[in-house]
């Protein structure tokens, strides 16, 4: 069966090119030269200008959220007060009884509010997994509210032919995910790595921020538009077809005549978004925080979120400090010998323990997924020691009774500093799928507002304050031996 799969998804081992997605970016130089203004201190970090919008704002139009309870709380508060828009983009909706009071929440808030709009785009595999699924879940309210709300669901154009007749459930989302988490009210919007269900809400701690700033949120909500174009749109009798301004499925017709019109919707909103914020950013002169938003969808060939992570991994100065968190130890090749040869900066490196990972415990080979993320890590950490790099670099991992572990994103503090200048946060590993094969968006935050980098900072405490250093438990952790040889062959595709 094992080397059945292979065969089955070797073709797909190759992402589309990158091209001169973000060429098109860096052709009008002289808009940005200034970098941060009135924050001298933040111009090493000034090259993001170059690289992707910027949307000034005040860190107290910033809110940290910490707990999941807190995280279900706010996105049930704000979908009973949203007026004009709800945009939820996410892996999957869950099934349960505290989904269900979501949903419920929507249809009160559809009905009381008659100019209120509702898009929803989740993943076609996983959001279809099963007979009670996501898209059970939301019909009623496409064939109640078919004037207001549009469920749509990405379909990887990887997944076709006879790979797609063949491939059962579960083994089908190898090839690929839309696996963004952005939830947005009004001028609103929440970042995270949360998906939408039960463990999320409860026990399985993530990262979120609330963000209020109206261009951020009219950002984000064209951008998820974008994606539903040539996402699948649910009818409601249920059906699944082309949504009105497409006109070729993801699964049928040549798979790069797709990728290219997909990639092309994606790269031309981003160069129009790059450049009106580039010719806006001197007018908010009030601004302490800036936030740049990153885009990651390998399978249409945007490579951007990655570009941005590894450059800043590069440009990490001596005497600065890294804090690296990932749900699951997957870096991919790239990352690791940059942070090997390239980041001069002291790094710490958070990830779940086996206990408290996801998939512990799991039936049949996913439960020997903890073990291969054990392996891995073991991996980076011997070559590590091989490179005499291992004095720099500190594993930690998280574990906390009775939860599992799903943060990720990254703190960086420059030269001297005792609290963070930058964050990233969102839906990125930092691994392969989150490269290659999922779609993915993070936000790069920098301030110079030392009241939200106090934030930050309790932040980052509260998840390293429930993990233990880990370089000797990763090195005699015992790993099957079948996990072994997966790991080898599939490391790609987890």
């Known amino acids: 069966m094992m080397l059945y799969l292979r065969r089955l998804f070797s073709q797909e081992l190759t992402p589309a090119t990158q091209g001169d997605f973000l060429g098109?970016?860096?052709?009008?130089?002289?808009?940005?030269?200034?970098?941060?203004?009135?924050?001298?201190?933040?111009?090493?970090?000034?090259?993001?200008?170059?690289?992707?919008?910027?949307?000034?704002?005040?860190?107290?139009?910033?809110?940290?959220?910490?707990?999941?309870?807190?995280?279900?709380?706010?996105?049930?508060?704000?979908?009973?007060?949203?007026?004009?828009?709800?945009?939820?983009?996410?892996?999957?909706?869950?099934?349960?009884?505290?989904?269900?009071?979501?949903?419920?929440?929507?249809?009160h808030s559809l009905e009381k509010q008659s100019a209120l709009r509702l898009n929803v785009l989740l993943d076609f595999n996983r959001g279809t997994r099963g007979a009670l699924n996501s898209k059970t879940m939301l019909l009623p309210l496409v064939r109640d509210f078919a004037g207001q709300v549009?469920?749509?669901?990405?379909?990887?154009?990887?997944?076709?032919?006879?790979?797609?007749?063949?491939a059962p459930p579960r083994w089908n989302e190898l090839l690929g995910l839309q696996h963004m988490?952005?939830?947005?009210?009004?001028?609103?919007?929440?970042?995270?790595?949360?998906?939408?269900?039960?463990?999320?809400?409860?026990?399985?701690?993530?990262?979120?921020?609330?963000?209020?700033?109206?261009?951020?949120?009219?950002?984000?909500?064209?951008?998820?538009?974008?994606?539903?174009?040539?996402?699948?749109?649910?009818?409601?009798?249920?059906?699944?077809?082309?949504?009105?301004?497409?006109?070729?499925?993801?699964?049928?017709?040549?798979?790069?005549?797709?990728?290219?019109?997909?990639?092309?919707?994606?790269?031309d909103f981003l160069q129009e978004t790059f450049q009106r914020q580039a010719g806006m950013r001197e007018q908010n002169l009030q601004a302490d925080t800036w936030v740049f938003p990153l885009l990651e969808m390998g399978q249409i060939g945007i490579h951007h979120d990655s570009v941005v992570t590894k450059r800043l991994l590069s440009s990490c100065v001596t005497g600065s400090r890294l804090k690296l968190a990932t749900g699951y130890f997957n870096l991919t090749q790239e990352y690791m010998d940059t942070l090997t040869h390239k980041c001069l900066a002291q790094c710490s490196i958070l990830m779940a323990h086996p206990n408290a990972n996801g998939f512990q415990g799991a039936k049949g080979p996913a439960g020997g997924i903890p073990a291969a993320y054990s392996l891995i890590a073991k991996s980076f950490y011997e070559s590590l020691v091989r490179r005499k790099q291992n004095h720099r670099v500190n594993f930690f991992e998280y574990e906390k009774p009775g939860?599992?572990?799903?943060?990720?994103?990254?703190?960086?503090?420059?030269?001297?500093?005792?609290?963070?200048?930058?964050t990233l946060i969102g839906s990125s590993n930092f691994g392969e799928r989150s490269v290659n094969r999922d779609l993915e968006t993070q936000v790069c935050l920098v301030t110079a507002n030392k009241d939200l980098s106090q934030r930050l900072q309790a932040e980052a405490d509260r998840l390293y304050d429930l993990s233990k250093t880990a370089e000797r438990e990763i090195v005699q952790r015992p790993v099957p031996r079948w996990v072994q040889a997966v790991v080898r062959i599939f490391r790609n595709f987890f």
């Open 181 to 267: 988490k952005v939830y947005l009210f009004d001028d609103a919007v929440i970042i995270s790595g949360a998906n939408l269900s039960n463990d999320y809400f409860t026990n399985r701690q993530d990262r979120y921020i609330l963000i209020e700033d109206k261009p951020l949120a009219d950002f984000y909500a064209q951008f998820i538009e974008r994606v539903q174009e040539f996402s699948l749109a649910v009818a409601p009798d249920a059906s699944e077809g082309l949504h009105r301004n497409w006109r070729i499925l993801p699964y049928e017709g040549t798979k790069e005549q797709f990728i290219q019109l997909a990639r092309q919707r994606i790269a």
């Open 24 to 107: 098109c970016l860096q052709q009008t130089p002289s808009l940005l030269a200034t970098g941060f203004s009135g924050a001298p201190a933040l111009e090493s970090l000034s090259w993001l200008h170059n690289l992707a919008p910027c949307f000034p704002l005040r860190g107290d139009q910033i809110q940290v959220i910490h707990e999941p309870q807190h995280f279900y709380e706010t996105l049930v508060q704000r979908i009973g007060r949203a007026k004009r828009r709800i945009v939820l983009a996410s892996l999957y909706l869950g099934t349960g009884q505290l989904e269900n009071a979501v949903v419920q929440t929507l249809r």
């Open 403 to 422: 939860w599992t572990y799903h943060a990720k994103g990254l703190w960086y503090y420059l030269p001297e500093g005792r609290l963070p200048n930058l």
């Open 150 to 166: 549009q469920l749509s669901l990405y379909h990887t154009p990887d997944l076709r032919g006879m790979t797609k007749r063949l």
